[in-house]
């Protein structure tokens, strides 16, 4: 590891302040730690946001489950409230790497590193979340712009980000065995506005798949998925699954998470 | 005082490694001591045009930089096979020089060309960064199958081929196949496997310049090996100027039965530039330079009867060596594979035929099992194959062809001694209720699911084993073990062992041996290893030896003990010895009802006279002391055997394989402690599992390894494997005198085909190759289900 000046910001302000195109936020560490230690990232700032107290913690209102940006994976899959609100996004949280991630990684870190694979991503369309930063909020649907991308700015931190109810919801995932990443994850939410259907580890980025989201809002049902196509273009393909496997999980999985719903 | 032999002891191990407190390798450091770093090839095959070291030598910290040129100079040896195979046509096998360091070519990724050290790990690794090396890149050969077509790697290595050996006879095979019913057909690919022991490679070196001394504190499973071919191939230093010591070691599988680049490297050099040197492998390196296992293509037939008799075998079976060939890279897939291809079988005639070629992938060398579940995955795959084309039950058919009598001659090559079978598979059969397994099935069907039961019987040949016999068959070696057992004055007892533990709890184990043997209470009793420079040698622990060798030795240095105790005690008691007695600790005259018990003949040995008198307790021309050693050499091989049986359950709609039930039913002979026994084969049964589910190395075309890292090669995980159904039955070995077999390997050689068996019954006969993804069984689901509905 190349070495670094460490910063220990004491609130939101600060660490936006040191930030620069050349620096990183520490949250959990468990993408930025290991890509430095590998030598795949250098940074010449390290910003430690974790003793940010105000961006930590779960809020739940009638319509809303907001989660500060450094909440750990492990206290979203145990939160109680989160359970009661949107079990499927607890059971995400709890579906997570391994304890030893879950017990660092950050819901801000997930999603500001947009990884194709992750999880979080794909709760963030289903759920209609609203990313809030230190000078805007984003819709989710507007956030993640591609394969690792968002629109977050250099200096632009998550706060919190806040999701929307759903009146049923599923989080279904073929997990990579290896790194237990998504090699598919599908979230299927119904809310009173519509359906959206968030699937992650197919492409280079999380998106809604509209086809399956309209065959559901004409039939709420697994059978109704039956009949949508799935392309296999600009579906990924690796060593553990290929496009046209990938292709068919995505129907697979929206289909149990619809019936889990 | 209660035998020991047969109890659950506590391991006495746990506490250091449960509480963090193993002294490893990569814990010590020595005053002074610089860092080092490999620079690795990046290519699969290149020619080293010019190394150019000279920025990295003005870089901060750098001590020195050394490359193939400077241990060409040094005339420092490489790195050796130690068992010399022949091929059919009589002639010897091909081997490349592997030089610790390449001078001129490389052939694997990883594969190290220079080192630099320096005064911290960051600055080698800065400084690694400026060496710059040019290359000459060229057409790598990854692939196996295209391995003896493709250019020669090796000058005058033609089609890559190290031998093509030949174990059997080819007529005899012929005739047999020429009167069967029916031949079975099998073609299979036992894919690659990296060993991952959860210590990473490591090694760190003290040179003292004044006695001359190198030390090398080393993650090795037989340091005495490594000592003797450092010294006697590598030219390193003379074997009493090389002390080699492998402390707590986290795990080896047969990937630290080498002795690698980096320890010759690393000794040589800490001479030279007169500091001492520590290297610690991260994990990539670990992923690209450990030897790997497995890696064959095999086609395999089976001449059967009608009625499920087996009349003959053969195999004929490509093994990959990877760039060069080690330490039991030549014997893996020869001797410990092809006397095992029969399996458990009365088989009239077989032959196996293997041909070993290179290609510029790591090295591949023996891993857990070693050859021996190559084999039973082979011939428990054809035979089951069989049971379902004659539509015999698997059970029936492997009943049907068992040996009743022991010791049974194999059809290849050994004599097993004892084993029974019948009594073994009887026994899974009853705990695994496959009686029961119909109705389970159904029930799996009504919610969509698909149930597959696998069964394997199989036996080992391992415990090696006689010098003559395998030094006869090509070892460079003898493969003895010895011990020496010495009771210090004041009673306790340290037993001084040449067989290494890096995971097996020799120092529980071996203490329950030593305590039943001497009647010294376990506590009393310490086992020391590990350490060229305390006690006597070893030839290392693989192939499930250290109890079946070098736990003899303990038990005969312990008998040579009760021995000479009898005529200490005997003189001290003022008796005959022939009328001295030796049990639970004590030297008992039972007409007299007199004793003495151990510790104060001991004590008396040591300290043999009284005050005002001149008396000695030693009989005449008998040493002072208590200290005896033992060299063992068995008689033969030990055979364990045992049958699993298996249940998995398939999603189709997703082709994940869920392992449902594992019964495990083994004969290990005399087992010492049950629980360290079920610990073993746990482990052995997780490798075998991830090798049947998830493991697999690949290469790519170009000769990089694409699995170089726990995000891509699958290890099994502690939730995809059930709570597993252990059984032993007991029929003990008849060539030592605890009647032990070994249990080290029995679970990894066992599980593999027991489980592909399961899926492959459960997709209703369809083939798929290892390991069983999700993917392709995914696949063969889809078109199980197109065929279904044809016949439908
Ligand atoms: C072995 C392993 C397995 C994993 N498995 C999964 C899995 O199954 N599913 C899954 O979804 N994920 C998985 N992950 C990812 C993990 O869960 C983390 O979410 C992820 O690594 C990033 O979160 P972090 O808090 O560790 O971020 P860090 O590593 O600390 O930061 C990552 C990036 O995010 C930026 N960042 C962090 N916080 C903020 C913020 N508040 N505002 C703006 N930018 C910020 C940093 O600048 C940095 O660039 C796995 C990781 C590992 C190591």
Redo the contacts between chains.
């Keep these: ?1 190349k ?1 670094f000046n460490y910063h220990s910001a004491k609130d939101v302000k600060e660490a936006s302040k040191l930030a620069s195109s050349n620096s990183a936020f520490l949250a959990g560490g468990m993408t930025t730690l290991p890509s430095m230690k ?1 030598g795949l990232a250098s940074y010449k700032d390290i910003i430690d946001i974790k003793r940010i107290k105000k961006i930590s913690g779960i809020k739940v209102s009638g319509k809303t489950v907001t989660i500060g940006a450094i909440t750990k994976h492990v206290e979203v899959a145990n939160s109680k409230d989160v359970k009661k609100a949107i079990p499927s996004l607890a059971a995400l949280a709890e579906g997570i790497g391994d304890p030893q991630v879950r017990n660092r990684g950050t819901i801000g870190g997930s999603i500001a590193n947009n990884d194709p694979a992750a999880d979080y991503p794909s709760a963030c369309i289903a759920l209609n979340a609203i990313i809030h930063t230190n000078n805007r909020k984003i819709n989710a649907d507007k956030f993640f712009t591609g394969m690792f991308e968002t629109s977050l700015k250099s200096s632009e931190i998550i706060e919190a980000i806040e999701f929307n109810i759903p009146q049923k919801s599923s989080y279904q995932k ?1 997990p ?4 237990r990443y998504a090699i598919v994850g599908v979230y299927v939410a119904k809310h009173k506005t519509g359906i959206n259907v968030g699937v992650t580890g197919a492409k280079s980025s999380v998106y809604n798949d509209k086809n399956l989201a309209g065959a559901l809002s004409k039939n709420f049902s697994s059978s109704a998925i039956d009949n949508v196509k799935i392309s296999t273009s600009g579906i990924n393909s690796d ?4 496009a046209e ?1 990938r292709a ?2 995505i129907k ?2 929206a ?2 998470a619809v019936d889990a719903c | 005082m209660a035998s020991l032999v047969g109890s659950r002891v506590e391991r006495k191990e746990d506490k250091r490694f449960l509480t963090g407190k193993g002294r490893y390798t990569s814990d010590i450091n020595i005053a002074n001591q610089t860092y080092a770093i490999f620079i690795r090839s990046p290519h699969a095959r290149a020619k080293i045009k010019k190394i150019d070291t000279s920025k990295a030598l003005k870089s901060s910290g750098v001590v020195d930089i050394l490359t193939g040129e400077h241990i060409a100079k040094d005339k420092i040896g490489g790195l050796i096979a130690g068992w010399a195979i022949r091929s059919e046509d009589g002639s010897e096998m091909k081997c490349p020089a592997n030089p610790p360091l390449a001078k001129d070519s490389v052939n694997f990724v990883g594969d190290p060309v220079a080192v630099v050290f320096a005064e911290t790990l960051d600055e080698a690794k800065a400084a690694a960064e400026l060496v710059k090396v040019d290359y000459k890149v060229l057409k790598a050969v990854a692939n196996l199958s295209d391995a003896m077509n493709s250019e020669a790697i090796h000058d005058g290595i033609e089609k890559n081929l190290c031998y093509d050996w030949l174990l059997g006879d080819r007529q005899k095979v012929k005739e047999a196949f020429d009167k069967a019913d029916k031949i079975i057909k099998l073609d299979i690919i036992n894919n690659r496997l990296i060993p991952n022991a959860m210590e990473p490679r490591a090694c760190v070196i003290d040179y003292n310049t004044a006695s001359e001394e190198i030390t090398c504190y080393t993650t090795s499973q037989n340091p005495h090996l490594s000592r003797l071919i450092m010294s006697a191939f590598g030219g390193v230093a003379p074997e009493n100027k090389l002390r080699v010591v492998a402390p707590d070691v986290g795990g080896g599988f047969g990937s630290k039965i080498n002795l690698y680049n980096e320890e010759i490297v690393c000794s040589w050099a800490s001479k030279k530039i007169e500091r001492p040197i520590k290297w610690v492998a991260e994990r990539t390196e670990s992923f690209l330079t450990d030897t790997h296992g497995r890696d064959h293509i095999t086609h395999a037939e089976l001449a059967v009867t009608n009625d499920g008799k087996f009349l003959g075998f053969k195999n004929e079976t490509i093994a990959n060596l990877g760039a060069y060939a080690r330490v039991f890279g030549t014997v893996t897939p020869t001797y410990l594979f092809g006397p095992c291809a029969t399996g458990v079988y009365i088989m009239p005639a077989a032959y196996s035929n293997v041909k070993a070629v290179y290609t510029n992938t790591a090295p591949v060398d023996a891993y857990r099992g070693a050859g021996r579940p190559e084999a039973t995955y082979t011939i428990e795959r054809i035979v089951d194959k069989a049971a379902m084309e004659l539509g015999i039950d698997p059970i029936e058919i492997r009943m049907k062809n068992f040996p009743t009598e022991f010791p049974f001659k194999q059809t290849l090559v050994h004599q097993v001694d004892s084993g029974d079978y019948i009594a073994g598979l009887n026994k899974a059969k009853e705990m695994a209720d496959y009686d029961g397994f119909a109705a389970r099935k159904k029930e799996s069907e009504s919610r969509g699911k698909l149930r597959g039961i696998g069964v394997t019987s199989y036996f080992e040949a391992c415990g090696i084993a006689p010098s003559p016999v395998v030094m006869m068959l090509g070892c460079g070696v003898g493969l003895w073990e010895s011990a020496e057992v010495r009771f210090n004055p004041t009673g306790q007892v340290t037993v001084y062992t040449g067989s290494h533990s890096h995971g097996q709890s020799h120092q529980t184990t071996f203490a329950q041996i030593a305590a039943d043997e001497l009647g010294v209470p376990i506590e009393n009793i310490d086992v020391v290893h590990g350490d060229t420079d305390k006690g006597t040698f070893g030839m290392g622990t693989y192939g499930s030896r250290s109890l079946t060798v070098g736990g003899i030795a303990i038990v005969n240095a312990c008998k040579k003990i009760v021995n000479k105790g009898k005529k200490i005690a005997a003189k001290m008691l003022e008796e005959n010895p022939d009328d001295v007695d030796f049990k639970n600790g004590e030297f008992v005259v039972t007409k007299s009802n007199k004793k003495k018990t151990i510790g104060e003949v001991a004590f008396a040995s040591y300290l043999p006279g009284v005050r005002d008198e001149v008396k000695s307790p030693l009989p005449e021309g008998e040493e002072p002391g208590l200290i005896e050693s033992s060299f063992f050499d068995p008689s033969n091989f030990s055979f364990p055997a045992g049958s699993h049986i298996c249940e998995v359950e398939i999603d189709p709609e997703t082709g994940r394989v869920k392992l449902d039930k594992y019964t495990a039913v083994d004969d290990f002979g005399t087992i010492v402690n049950p629980l360290i026994v079920e610990g073993q084969v746990h482990g052995g049964l997780a490798q075998g599992i991830g090798q049947a589910l998830c493991e697999n190395a690949q290469y790519d075309e170009s000769g990089q390894l694409i699995t170089a890292s726990y995000m891509d090669y699958t290890m099994p995980r502690a939730d995809d494997l059930p709570d597993f159904n252990l059984g032993f039955t007991c029929t003990k070995a008849t060539t030592n005198p605890l009647g032990v077999k070994g249990c080290g390997e029995a679970g990894t050689i066992a599980a593999t085909p027991t489980v592909m068996n399961a899926v492959i019954n459960a997709l209703g006969g369809k083939e798929i190759s290892l390991p069983a993804t999700a993917e392709k069984v995914w696949n063969a689901c889809k078109e199980l289900k197109k065929s279904n509905a044809k016949a439908a």
């Design positions: 590891m070495t590998l073929l990579n065995p290896a790194s060593i553990h699954a290929s496997y068919n999980m697979a999985f289909k149990k």
